[in-house]
């Protein structure tokens, strides 16, 4: 049986020392949307990480016993990554780095894949509304996404 961990994560602020953290979990995150198309492989990945998205972001990292368990990545009021391991989806983690990203900022866009109904229903709940939508031409995935903001 598993057992939940009802504990609220500790939210922090991030930097390029989690890299290595940060870059496990995105790639298990991601690794579990099957309508992806893989693109780098996980050094690539921890390269970009590490040399572009931490040194180039606002940071926050969720943490669950001293472990980073997801992060939040900002560039003005854009949210570009919101990813939480797998293991620890559905227990608050995603909703503690979403309420630190609304703290910070009085709006909030952010672009998500069309088929990933799970993001959709969580920005949903948490109070973005579809701007605009994507064909799929302006990401490197090449999938529709849709453009969504939230503001206080």
């Given at each position: 049986m598993l057992i939940r961990d009802e504990a609220p994560?500790?939210?922090?602020r991030g930097g390029v020392g989690d890299a290595d953290r940060?870059?496990?979990?995105?790639?298990a995150a991601r690794g579990r949307m099957a309508y992806l198309p893989a693109l780098y492989t996980y050094e690539q990945t921890a390269w970009w990480v590490e040399h572009v998205m931490a040194p180039q972001s606002e940071l926050w990292v969720a943490e669950r016993h001293g472990a980073a368990v997801g992060f939040a990545a900002l560039q003005g009021d854009r949210l570009?990554?919101?990813?939480?391991?797998?293991?620890?989806?559905?227990?608050?983690?995603?909703?503690?780095l979403l309420a630190e990203?609304?703290?910070?900022?009085?709006?909030?866009h952010l672009?998500?894949?069309?088929?990933?109904?799970?993001?959709?229903?969580?920005y949903e709940r948490h109070g973005f509304a579809v701007v605009d939508v994507g064909d799929?031409?302006?990401n490197e995935e090449r999938l529709p996404d849709l453009h969504l903001r939230w503001h206080r």
């Open positions: 994560p500790l939210v922090r940060l870059t496990a979990v995105f790639w570009d990554h919101l990813y939480v391991e797998p293991a620890a989806q559905g227990q608050g983690v995603g909703e503690a990203a609304k703290r910070r900022r009085s709006e909030l672009r998500v894949f069309e088929q990933n109904a799970g993001a959709r229903a969580f799929g031409s302006d």
